[in-house]
C-alpha cells in the first residue's frame, strides 16, 4: 500500500501529474451523474418488461448489496486514495494476478457499459428531432444486429403475432431500418450515427480536461435531478393501481406477474442502473481530501439514487403496462407518448440526452485512469500513464478509449452490452468486498473513513442458517427444483424459447452460490471477519445467479482473453517481474 500511495500522494503534486480540484459535492454530482441515467433513462424499460412491477423488489435487492460494497469501496478509497478503483484495490488485497482480471474485467463495466449509454443517448435524440419534424433514416439510428433481431423475431411469427408486434413503433423502425438500407454488394448499411458522433465529442471533451468536464458534469446533474423529479410529479398523476397488478400470459394477476424468477431475469437492466457510484473511486488523485470526500461521495450518491430507481420504476409500471416496455429504449418519454403528453415527452427527450451525456462523461473520464494504473504497474505500455502537458489528462489512453467505446457500436446491440456490462461490474464487486476481508484492520483516524468492524464469527453463520429455514418453510421446492426440476415441462422449453442450458445455468448458479456461502461460513468463523463486507460478497454473489448461459459464456470467454494478454505481456513486463 505504501509503494501504492507513493504514485498518487496528497501533497497535490503526485507523480501522476492530475489536478486535484474535486469537493464531496463534485464527487457527488459525479456518482449521480453515472449511476441516474445510465438506468433511469434507459435500461429501466428493460427491467420493468421482464419483472413487471415486481422489479421494484430488485432495486431494493441491488440497493442493498451496492450499499455493503459501497462501504468496502470507501474504505479502500480511506487507504488508497489514489486512480485505479477496483483494480487498484485488487492489487493490493489479492496480488498482481487478480488486479490484472478485474482491470481487464473493469473495461467491461466503463467502456463496454458505455456503448449501451451511447445507444440510449441515440434513442433519445431522435426521438427529440421527430418532436420537431427532423428524421434520420432509421438505418442510421439502430445497430445492425437489433434490425437483424426484429426481423428474424418476425418472420417466425404468425400472422396475428406479427400484428401485435407491429403495434410497437419501435419493432416497425427496426423493420424498416432493416427492410429499405443501401446496401454495399449484398451487405447492408445499418448503423447508429448519433451513438458514433456523441462518443467523438465526450472523448474530445475528456480529453481536454477534468476541470471543464466537472463544471459541464455538475450543471447536468441539476437539470437532470429537475426533470426527474417532473417526471415522477406528471407521471403520478396518469398512474392506474390496476397496472401494478398485471395480467401475465398464463391469465394470472400479480405484482410479479412473471413470478420471482421473472425479476431476477432483470438483474441485468436494474444493476446496470447502479454501475457508475464505484466510479468515484476512480477520481481519489483529482479529490482535494479524498480520504474523507471519497465515501460521502459514493454514499450521497447511492442513496439519492436508489430512491429515486423506486419511484420511478413505479410510475412508469403504473402508467403503462408492464409489456408495453418491449424493445423501448426511451421508457419515461414512452409513458407520455402513451398518454398523449406531447410536452412532456419532449422535455423528457431534450433532458434525458443531456442526462445520458453526464453519464458517457462519467464513464468515458473512469476508464482512462484505470488504464493509467495498470500501465504504472507494468501490466499496459508506459503510454498508457502518458499525461498531456497543457491539459493534465491520460491523453493516449482517453484517445483509445473512445475507440474501444465507439467502434463496437457498429456491431453490437443494447441487449449483448447491457448483459456483458453487469456480470463484469458484478464480478468486481466480489472481489473488492472480499479484498477488505484480506486486509489488516486499521486504526480509526479523525476525519476520514472508518467502516464499523462489527464480528461476523457468529452472526453470519446464523443468518445464513435463518435464511435456509425460511426458504425451506415458505418456498416449498426452491431446494428440490435445483436438482429435480423437470425441463422438459416447462413451457420455454416447449416452444423452443429456451435450451436445456439456458434452463439449468440459473440452477447450477444457485448450487454454487450456496456452497459459497457454506464455504464462507466456515471462514467468517474461523477468522472473525468483519460482517459488512460479508454481506457484500454474498448479496453480490447472489445478484449472479440471475445471469443466463450466454452471460457466462461471454464474460468467461472475455476473461480466458484478458488472462492471454497477461501471459504473454504483463507477466513479463510488470514491475514485480522487474523486481525479481
Known amino acids: 500500500m505504501e509503494s501504492i500511495l507513493k504514485e498518487g500522494s496528497d501533497d497535490g503534486h503526485g507523480s501522476s501529474g492530475l489536478k486535484r480540484v474535486l469537493t464531496v459535492r463534485d464527487l457527488t454530482f459525479f456518482g449521480i451523474a453515472a449511476i441516474l441515467g445510465a438506468g433511469s433513462f434507459s435500461s429501466l424499460g428493460e427491467a420493468c418488461f421482464k419483472g413487471g412491477p415486481g422489479v421494484v423488489i430488485l432495486f431494493i435487492i441491488c440497493g442493498i448489496a451496492c450499499a455493503f460494497t459501497a462501504f468496502c469501496y470507501s474504505e479502500f478509497a480511506s487507504r488508497i486514495p489514489v486512480a485505479g478503483s477496483a483494480y487498484t484495490y485488487a492489487y493490493a488485497s489479492f496480488g498482481e494476478l487478480f488486479a490484472w482480471i478485474i482491470g481487464w474485467a473493469l473495461i467491461m463495466e466503463y467502456s463496454i457499459g458505455n456503448i449501451y449509454v451511447a445507444f440510449s443517448w441515440s434513442d433519445y435524440f431522435t426521438s427529440f428531432l421527430h418532436k420537431i419534424n427532423v428524421h434520420i433514416p432509421d438505418y442510421l439510428t439502430c445497430s445492425y444486429q437489433e434490425a437483424k433481431k426484429a426481423f428474424l423475431n418476425y418472420s417466425s411469427q404468425t400472422s396475428a403475432e406479427q400484428l401485435e408486434f407491429v403495434k410497437n413503433q419501435a419493432n416497425v423502425e427496426l423493420l424498416n431500418a432493416w427492410n429499405n438500407p443501401p446496401r454495399l454488394g449484398s451487405l447492408r448499411i445499418i448503423f447508429d450515427l448519433p451513438a458514433l458522433i456523441i462518443n467523438f465529442l465526450i472523448t474530445v471533451l475528456v480529453y481536454i480536461g477534468i476541470k471543464e468536464s466537472k463544471n459541464f458534469s455538475n450543471a447536468m446533474v441539476m437539470l437532470k435531478l429537475a426533470v426527474v423529479a417532473l417526471v415522477i410529479i406528471v407521471g403520478a398523476y396518469y398512474i392506474d393501481p390496476a397496472n401494478w397488478l398485471p395480467v401475465n400470459d398464463t391469465g394470472s ?29 476512480v477520481l481519489a488523485e483529482e479529490s482535494k481530501n479524498p480520504q474523507r470526500d471519497l465515501p460521502k461521495g459514493m454514499t450521497y450518491s447511492l442513496v439519492i439514487c ?4 423506486i419511484l420511478l420504476a413505479l410510475v412508469l409500471t403504473g402508467v403503462v403496462n408492464y409489456k408495453q ?24 427527450s431534450v433532458c434525458a440526452v443531456i442526462a445520458m451525456t453526464s453519464v458517457l462523461l462519467v464513464f468515458q473520464m473512469g476508464q482512462p485512469r484505470i488504464w493509467m494504473s495498470m500501465s504504472r504497474d507494468g501490466l499496459l505500455p508506459p503510454v498508457f500513464q502518458k499525461i498531456h502537458k497543457k ?18 457500436i457498429l456491431f453490437t446491440d443494447k441487449t449483448f452490452v447491457l448483459d456483458f456490462t453487469s456480470i463484469a461490474t458484478l464480478f468486481a464487486f466480489v472481489l473488492v468486498c472480499g479484498g477488505v476481508l484480506l486486509i489488516p484492520q486499521k486504526e480509526k483516524v479523525a476525519g476520514r473513513f472508518n467502516m464499523p468492524y462489527i464480528n461476523g464469527q457468529f452472526i453470519f453463520p446464523i443468518l445464513i442458517v435463518a435464511t435456509l429455514l425460511i426458504l425451506i418453510k415458505w418456498v416449498p421446492g426452491y431446494f428440490s427444483d435445483m436438482f429435480t426440476y423437470d425441463f422438459s415441462r416447462d413451457e420455454s422449453y416447449i416452444k423452443g424459447k429456451a435450451s436445456f442450458m439456458d434452463l439449468a445455468t440459473p440452477k447450477l448458479s444457485q448450487i454454487i452460490f450456496w456452497i459459497a456461502c457454506f464455504i464462507i461460513s466456515i471462514m467468517a468463523f474461523m477468522k472473525k471477519y468483519s460482517l459488512i463486507p460479508l454481506m457484500g460478497v454474498v448479496s453480490c454473489l447472489y445478484l449472479l445467479t440471475g445471469m443466463t448461459k450466454s452471460n457466462w459464456a461471454w464474460f468467461l470467454g472475455w476473461l480466458l482473453l484478458g488472462l492471454i494478454i497477461y501471459i504473454f505481456y504483463g507477466y513479463k513486463k510488470s514491475r514485480l517481474a522487474s523486481a525479481g
Open 391 to 408: 491539459y493534465k489528462t491520460p491523453s493516449f489512453a482517453t484517445i483509445i478509449t473512445g475507440m474501444v467505446v465507439g467502434i463496437p
Open 253 to 281: 394477476k400479480g405484482f410479479m406477474p412473471n413470478g420471482f424468477g421473472g425479476v431476477m431475469a432483470a438483474v441485468s437492466s436494474v444493476f446496470f442502473a447502479y454501475i457508475g457510484f464505484d466510479a468515484v473511486s
Open 325 to 348: 416496455f418491449e424493445n423501448v429504449g426511451d421508457p419515461l418519454a414512452k409513458i407520455f407518448e402513451v398518454k398523449n403528453v406531447g410536452w412532456m415527452q419532449m422535455l423528457v
Open 306 to 309: 436508489t430512491i429515486i430507481y
